[in-house]
């Protein structure tokens, strides 16, 4: 394997759950929900996810443990700002205080145990194409599904029925509560498909990126994944590639850091945030595309009146 | 089974004091559940946890010592969050705040003048205001996420710390440990009540800004603005104020009282740079500033009762052999009951049992 396989490998690694968990946050989001609990529930599914797979010896069924584990969590979230109308920014920041706790309690037995790592599957004739075979088709399932589910989520927001009621829903949550649309419960439905992502997003964290527990191993991935879905102004596409831009950042510092360039290691590790930031700017300067892609009811709560 | 709200007419007062003391309350119901779960006897458990640490002197001295820069960031958000402004990086502004601060005691060690300690607290303050104008100054100008930015910022705090007591202010005589040289004793915040423990000045400080913001909030102008432009910023703009002052005085009053927490913390408490200065006070005090009702008087009781967990959970590791972990999970559910129960001083809720639905849904 050359040298440039081995450097896109790893930026695949790193990007892989930045797209995840943006996805699912995108779909919440389409909806009007503004779920600042990425943060917790990807840690909460890399805990689950390591526990799963500890307990049954197979990584496979630690996929599952994230996602159900992710999804459950988001469950809280869900009934909290949905069902009791209570402020989602400040719900958010609680769900991630709660999921860094809680996964740090529960991940403690843990500490220290090897990890079963999720291996590569070699799609057969694909994965011999020079160059392209071994990055692109001899990868971990969960790269697999995170592909998958860019063209699944792009394809069902924008061409699909239920796809059209959630964007419609979070553009004006009144007009498509008049419409007839169930407006709590398909956002319910969107919330816990975000659960299930960053809980899939933090699976592959604790499964693959580094096979083994330790505390806060989600370090801020949560909140970029929040990053991205502003970056992308809420389209599929434009956050794959800027899950990868992102990744490219990661992993750029850490070569960098090998290298030993003249920069102190810390400030090449605040590039990823700085690069955020940055990016943030670039967008959000920007009013005109911000606002009219933004869903208008995002962050606003919803009590049906009876 | 389905839960409906129904708006009050009024907001009820009642409610407003009674959903703390219910959250609270179903906190510890649940920190109840968990500890049995733990197999630990949930009341032995609990009174380790919240009543123990407060029989004896030294261990209140302790708590006035975790409280205080609980109260000083948590009043400082509440200026913020009542604006409508997001503040969630208070934590970098407490590092930055406490990096600043020892700046004197650091770099002109051999200065020993009674100048000091008040140079150090100007330079605390300044620090974390300018490290909280960024986020200020992008959301003023250019539109971006606060919430999003300043939390950026944390990370990019914490990594500066670290490279600084490992680089360029780490201590020559310190064994290679990254930690920074001792603060002199004129650069070290004295205690309040010396002979019965180790309660230093930063929690006079914290009264003292809760007192002056209660004030600011409830008799003068700038109060009010505050309040009309967080319930709505067109009101505001009628009356002639300015949202975009408002993201500036916010962000930097709270950056303020968060780097002066931070310089408060490494000179009283730490006495020296170390990389890790915090056990993540800029985020607790988020939950803070919402069990105190966004009051600051309110939130000298909750900054007692969060300073209460932190100390619970440093001796419940010690007595009953449970994670200091359980603290953090304390602390979410409180945010989470404190949350779900505010919902009651808005909203009646009602329980409706048939299957049956009424009218349109």
């Known amino acids: 394997m050359s040298i440039f396989e081995a450097i896109l490998l790893t930026v695949i690694t790193a990007s892989t759950p930045l797209v995840i968990a943006a996805l699912g946050e995108l779909v919440t989001e389409r909806s009007g929900v503004l779920n600042l609990g990425v943060e917790g529930m990807m840690i909460i599914g890399a805990v689950g996810a390591f526990a799963a797979a500890q307990l049954t010896g197979s990584a496979y069924i630690g996929i599952v443990g994230g996602i159900v584990s992710g999804a459950l969590f988001s469950l809280l979230f869900a009934f909290l700002t949905l069902t009791l109308v209570t402020n989602q920014v400040a719900t958010g920041l609680a769900l991630t205080i709660l999921g860094l ?91 816990m498909f975000g659960g299930a992502c960053a809980g899939l997003a933090g699976a592959q964290l604790s499964l693959i990126y580094t096979p083994q527990w330790t505390e806060n191993m989600s370090s801020g991935r949560g909140w970029i994944a929040l990053a991205l879905v502003v970056f992308s102004s809420w389209r599929p596409w434009r956050l794959l590639a800027g899950g990868y831009l992102f990744g490219a950042v990661t992993i750029l510092q850490l070569h960098a850091q090998a290298f030993g360039i003249g920069i102190p290691s810390q400030f090449l590790s605040m590039l990823p945030y700085a690069a955020t930031v940055v990016v943030l700017i670039m967008i959000s300067h920007n009013r005109r595309t911000t606002m009219i892609n933004t869903p208008a009811s995002l962050g606003k709560a919803f009590v049906p009146d009876r | 089974m389905r839960i409906e709200l129904e708006k009050r007419p009024d907001v009820s007062k009642l409610f407003g004091f009674v959903s703390p003391l219910l959250a609270l309350v179903l906190t510890l119901t649940f920190g109840a559940i968990m500890f049995a779960m733990l197999g630990k006897d949930p009341a032995a458990a609990l009174s380790a946890f919240f009543v123990e640490p407060l029989l004896e002197v030294w261990s209140l001295h302790e708590l006035a010592i975790k409280a205080a820069p609980l109260i000083l960031i948590a009043v400082g958000l509440a200026v913020c969050y009542r604006s409508n402004n997001w503040n969630i990086g208070a934590e970098g502004q407490f590092t930055i705040g406490a990096i600043t601060g020892s ?16 140079l150090m607290l100007v330079l605390g303050a300044l620090g974390g205001a300018l490290f909280a104008a960024v986020p200020a100054l992008l959301k003023a100008h250019f539109n971006t996420n606060e919430i999003l930015t300043s939390l950026m910022l944390v990370y990019i705090a914490q990594l500066f710390l670290d490279w600084l007591v490992r680089g360029a202010w780490r201590d020559p005589k310190g064994f290679n440990f990254p930690v920074s040289r001792d603060f002199a004793p004129e650069a070290v915040l004295p205690a309040i009540w010396e002979e019965s423990g180790r309660a230093h ?38 009356a002639g104020f300015s949202a975009k002052k408002m993201i500036w005085f916010s962000f930097l009053f709270s950056g303020a009282l968060a780097g002066l927490a931070g310089m408060s913390e490494v000179s009283g408490s730490i006495g020296h740079l170390q990389p890790a200065i915090s056990p993540g006070y800029g985020f607790t005090a988020i939950i803070v500033a919402f069990l105190g009702r966004l009051n600051p008087l309110g939130i000298i009781a909750s900054g007692l009762v969060l300073a209460l967990t932190y100390l619970g959970g440093e001796a419940a590791q010690l007595s009953i052999g449970i994670s200091d972990k359980v603290t953090r999970v304390f602390q979410g559910l409180l945010l989470f009951f404190v949350l779900s129960c505010d919902m009651l001083i808005y909203y009646k809720i009602r329980i409706v049992w048939s299957r049956v639905r009424g009218g349109a849904v």
């Not at chain 1, 694909?126 to 969960?142: C, E, N, R």
């Not at chain 1, 029925?161 to 398909?186: E, F, M, Q, Y």
Request: glycine share 10%; no cysteine.
């Open chain 1, 101 to 191: 706790g809680a996964s740090g309690m529960l991940g403690e037995a843990f500490v220290g145990a090897p990890g079963i790592r999720l291996l590569p599957i070699e799609i057969p004739v694909l994965s011999a194409i020079p160059y392209v075979g071994t990055v692109l088709f001899k990868q971990d399932l969960i790269f697999y599904l995170s592909i998958l589910l860019v063209i699944g989520v792009n394809w069902f927001l924008f061409r699909s029925r239920t796809g059209l009621k959630i964007r419609a829903i979070g553009d004006n949550h009144a007009s498509a509560h008049a419409l007839g649309i169930n407006v709590i419960r398909t956002r319910y439905l969107a919330v």
């Open chain 2, 103 to 118: 700046y004197l005691p650091i770099v002109f060690y051999d200065w020993h003048s009674p100048l000091v300690l008040p």
């Open chain 2, 201 to 238: 000045w930063a929690f006079v400080f914290a009264i003292i800004a809760a007192i002056g913001v209660w004030f600011m909030l409830r008799y003068t102008l700038k109060g009010f603005e505050i309040v009309v432009l967080g319930q709505s910023e067109r009101a505001g703009r009628f």
